[in-house]
């Protein structure tokens, strides 16, 4: 049996959205969404730009508040935790990368940890192990974000996020400002560390192709509405049939 939001019941739900409003004075940015999204799904949403794909998952790590209704996580209301402690389970990677360019790639990884006090071994083998989980060398660590190409840039964001073991990874148009060939390659390369590692991932995209390459599922947005939530060949339908016309 499926769920509303078309995936299969029993499943545990890890994000679960309950009737979320979020307003901006007259701008209301998210209208009514409920859906829930279950343990080690790769969810992709797209949409047009403001429809609101990343106040959705702002609204997930706690960076914003919902104006109306409730955001759980794990069955937890996050508006009665700690922020700044449910910020710290949940990997968070943007286009922009956001390296600190002061401090040396191994540094840059393991800032959570050491902001969490992990011992410097303990720390040491996080960064030599997500280095090589993302596939760049070792030796990388040594350098500075200044010397590393866009695509290495991206894979480092990529692994600080990982660096405190999350259960969550948001990524917010992580590749979009990549070459195709890099994109390409890091879209396999998420995939592969999402099996490996047994992720819930939520990942923003404006390409339909990169949307139904990675997703488990596919939530389509317009408007501050979901207006499509299921596998790629359900969204496919949609799209044919002329639902999903606001897509580029």
Known sequence: MTD???????????????HVCKQYAAYTALKDISMEIHKGE?????GSSGCGKTTMLKLMNGLIEPSNGQVFINGVNIAEIDQIA????????IQSIGLFPHLSIRKNITFIPNIL????KKADTIAKDLITMI???ESILKRYPHELSGGQK???GVARALAASPEILLMDEPFGALDEITRNKLQDEILRIHKELGLTIVFITHDLREATKLGDRIIVMNA????????????????SHGTLSFIK
């Open 4 to 18: 509303h939001n078309g995936a299969e019941t029993g499943a545990e739900t890890v994000i679960d959205f309950r």
């Open 42 to 46: 790769f969810i992709t949403v797209i």
């Open 86 to 93: 449910l910020r710290r389970k949940i990997g968070y990677v």
């Open 117 to 120: 006090k992990y011992d410097k």
């Open 135 to 137: 596939g760049l060398d």
């Open 154 to 156: 991206q894979r480092i």
């Open 224 to 239: 501050g509405e979901i207006t499509s939530f299921g596998t790629a060949e359900e969204i496919h339908e949609d799209f």
